[in-house]
Protein backbone atom coordinates (compact mmCIF):
# COMPACT_ATOMS: atom_id res chain seq x y z
CA UNK A 1 0.00 0.00 0.00
CA UNK A 2 1.24 3.50 -0.83
CA UNK A 3 1.58 6.56 1.51
CA UNK A 4 -0.69 9.12 0.79
CA UNK A 5 0.93 12.54 0.44
CA UNK A 6 -0.58 15.43 1.78
CA UNK A 7 -2.41 18.15 0.19
CA UNK A 8 1.34 20.43 0.20
CA UNK A 9 3.22 17.60 -0.74
CA UNK A 10 0.66 17.23 -4.02
CA UNK A 11 1.08 20.87 -4.62
CA UNK A 12 4.63 20.96 -4.42
CA UNK A 13 4.74 18.06 -6.85
CA UNK A 14 2.37 19.76 -9.34
CA UNK A 15 4.18 23.24 -9.21
CA UNK A 16 7.43 21.33 -10.15
CA UNK A 17 5.35 19.90 -13.71
CA UNK A 18 3.53 22.88 -14.72
CA UNK A 19 6.37 24.35 -16.47
CA UNK A 20 5.67 28.03 -18.02
CA UNK A 21 2.42 29.09 -18.45
CA UNK A 22 1.62 30.08 -22.16
CA UNK A 23 0.20 33.36 -22.78
CA UNK A 24 -2.24 32.59 -25.84
CA UNK A 25 -4.71 35.65 -25.11
CA UNK A 26 -4.21 38.94 -26.99
CA UNK A 27 -5.53 41.74 -24.80
CA UNK A 28 -6.13 44.77 -27.88
CA UNK A 29 -6.42 47.18 -25.62
CA UNK A 30 -3.29 47.02 -23.45
CA UNK A 31 -1.45 45.59 -26.90
CA UNK A 32 -0.46 42.67 -24.79
CA UNK A 33 -0.80 39.07 -24.48
CA UNK A 34 -2.21 37.48 -21.19
CA UNK A 35 -3.15 33.40 -20.37
CA UNK A 36 -6.57 32.46 -20.93
CA UNK A 37 -8.27 31.14 -18.12
CA UNK A 38 -9.81 28.48 -19.95
CA UNK A 39 -5.81 27.62 -21.46
CA UNK A 40 -4.90 27.12 -17.96
CA UNK A 41 -7.05 25.68 -16.56
CA UNK A 42 -6.81 22.71 -19.82
CA UNK A 43 -2.98 23.04 -19.08
CA UNK A 44 -3.58 22.00 -15.40
CA UNK A 45 -6.17 19.37 -15.33
CA UNK A 46 -4.18 16.42 -16.35
CA UNK A 47 -1.79 17.54 -13.79
CA UNK A 48 -4.92 17.77 -11.16
CA UNK A 49 -6.17 14.75 -11.94
CA UNK A 50 -2.48 12.61 -11.63
CA UNK A 51 -2.43 14.11 -8.34
CA UNK A 52 -5.92 13.73 -7.33
CA UNK A 53 -6.52 17.20 -7.04
CA UNK A 54 -9.87 19.11 -7.29
CA UNK A 55 -10.27 22.40 -8.87
CA UNK A 56 -13.33 24.91 -7.96
CA UNK A 57 -14.04 28.38 -9.07
CA UNK A 58 -17.40 29.18 -6.83
CA UNK A 59 -18.65 32.79 -6.58
CA UNK A 60 -19.45 33.00 -3.12
CA UNK A 61 -21.50 36.21 -1.78
CA UNK A 62 -19.08 39.07 -3.36
CA UNK A 63 -16.25 36.65 -3.60
CA UNK A 64 -14.35 35.32 -6.21
CA UNK A 65 -13.27 31.88 -5.00
CA UNK A 66 -10.37 29.22 -5.97
CA UNK A 67 -10.49 26.54 -4.50
CA UNK A 68 -8.12 23.24 -4.78
CA UNK A 69 -9.16 19.90 -2.45
CA UNK A 70 -7.18 17.09 -2.23
CA UNK A 71 -9.57 14.29 -3.18
CA UNK A 72 -7.74 11.78 -0.84
CA UNK A 73 -7.85 14.10 2.82
CA UNK A 74 -10.45 16.21 1.82
CA UNK A 75 -8.02 19.21 3.04
CA UNK A 76 -8.28 22.39 0.65
CA UNK A 77 -6.58 25.89 0.22
CA UNK A 78 -8.36 28.71 -0.90
CA UNK A 79 -8.03 31.94 -2.46
CA UNK A 80 -10.14 34.97 -2.63
CA UNK A 81 -10.29 38.03 -3.89
CA UNK A 82 -13.40 40.26 -3.16
CA UNK A 83 -15.22 41.81 -5.96
CA UNK A 84 -16.13 45.78 -6.37
CA UNK A 85 -19.38 46.97 -7.35
CA UNK A 86 -20.19 46.68 -10.58
CA UNK A 87 -23.81 47.03 -12.28
CA UNK A 88 -22.81 46.25 -15.77
CA UNK A 89 -23.23 42.47 -15.97
CA UNK A 90 -20.24 42.55 -18.81
CA UNK A 91 -18.14 44.63 -16.89
CA UNK A 92 -18.65 42.33 -13.84
CA UNK A 93 -17.80 39.08 -15.90
CA UNK A 94 -14.66 40.54 -17.01
CA UNK A 95 -13.19 41.50 -13.75
CA UNK A 96 -14.58 37.88 -12.34
CA UNK A 97 -12.43 36.31 -15.17
CA UNK A 98 -9.02 38.16 -14.12
CA UNK A 99 -10.14 37.16 -10.65
CA UNK A 100 -10.66 33.68 -11.14
CA UNK A 101 -6.83 33.68 -13.19
CA UNK A 102 -5.43 35.68 -10.94
CA UNK A 103 -6.32 33.57 -7.31
CA UNK A 104 -5.54 30.10 -9.18
CA UNK A 105 -2.57 31.81 -10.45
CA UNK A 106 -1.80 33.34 -6.77
CA UNK A 107 -3.09 30.09 -5.08
CA UNK A 108 -0.41 27.70 -7.44
CA UNK A 109 2.61 30.67 -7.28
CA UNK A 110 2.45 29.95 -10.92
CA UNK A 111 5.13 31.97 -12.31
CA UNK A 112 3.83 34.14 -15.33
CA UNK A 113 4.43 38.08 -16.51
CA UNK A 114 1.87 40.23 -15.10
CA UNK A 115 1.49 42.62 -18.62
CA UNK A 116 -2.13 43.96 -18.20
CA UNK A 117 -1.84 44.47 -14.87
CA UNK A 118 0.93 46.98 -15.05
CA UNK A 119 -0.92 48.46 -17.75
CA UNK A 120 -3.59 48.16 -15.39
CA UNK A 121 -1.94 49.73 -12.79
CA UNK A 122 -0.70 52.65 -14.32
CA UNK A 123 2.60 51.63 -14.70
CA UNK A 124 3.17 52.03 -18.42
CA UNK A 125 6.02 52.95 -20.46
CA UNK A 126 6.05 56.46 -22.35
CA UNK A 127 5.09 54.50 -25.65
CA UNK A 128 2.11 52.63 -24.29
CA UNK A 129 0.29 55.52 -22.79
CA UNK A 130 -2.04 57.46 -24.48
CA UNK A 131 -3.08 61.10 -24.62
CA UNK A 132 -5.29 62.62 -22.41
CA UNK A 133 -7.76 64.50 -24.09
CA UNK A 134 -10.42 67.23 -23.03
CA UNK A 135 -14.10 66.14 -23.46
CA UNK A 136 -13.41 62.31 -22.91
CA UNK A 137 -14.31 60.07 -19.81
CA UNK A 138 -10.55 59.72 -18.97
CA UNK A 139 -10.53 63.34 -18.50
CA UNK A 140 -13.70 63.40 -16.89
CA UNK A 141 -12.08 60.92 -14.23
CA UNK A 142 -8.34 63.07 -13.58
CA UNK A 143 -10.88 66.07 -12.80
CA UNK A 144 -12.48 63.86 -10.57
CA UNK A 145 -9.41 62.32 -9.23
CA UNK A 146 -8.05 65.83 -8.74
CA UNK A 147 -10.36 67.26 -6.81
CA UNK A 148 -10.41 64.14 -4.63
CA UNK A 149 -6.91 65.38 -3.96
CA UNK A 150 -4.87 63.79 -6.51
CA UNK A 151 -2.27 65.06 -8.24
CA UNK A 152 -1.52 66.17 -12.35
CA UNK A 153 1.79 63.85 -11.78
CA UNK A 154 0.43 61.18 -11.04
CA UNK A 155 -1.85 61.99 -14.14
CA UNK A 156 1.10 62.37 -16.43
CA UNK A 157 2.26 59.04 -15.18
CA UNK A 158 -0.55 57.33 -16.35
CA UNK A 159 -1.21 59.72 -20.00
CA UNK A 160 0.49 61.72 -21.86
CA UNK A 161 -0.53 65.33 -21.34
CA UNK A 162 -0.30 68.80 -23.71
CA UNK A 163 0.50 71.70 -22.29
CA UNK A 164 -2.97 72.81 -22.94
CA UNK A 165 -4.98 70.03 -20.84
CA UNK A 166 -2.44 70.62 -17.97
CA UNK A 167 -2.95 74.20 -17.98
CA UNK A 168 -6.94 73.45 -17.70
CA UNK A 169 -6.22 70.63 -15.32
CA UNK A 170 -4.38 73.03 -13.01
CA UNK A 171 -7.45 75.13 -12.70
CA UNK A 172 -9.31 72.36 -11.04
Not at 25 to 42: E, G, H, T, V
Request: hydrophobic residues 35%; positive net charge; glycine residues 6%.
Amino acid sequence: MSKQLSLSQKLFNLQQEIGAISKDANNPFYKSKYFDINSLIKQLQPLLKKHKLLLTQPIIGNLVETKITCIESETCVISTLELPQILDPQKLGSCITYYRRYTLASLLGLQAEDDDGNAASGKTTQEEKRWLNANTPEYTKAIEYLQGGGTIDNIKAKYKVSKKVQDELSKV
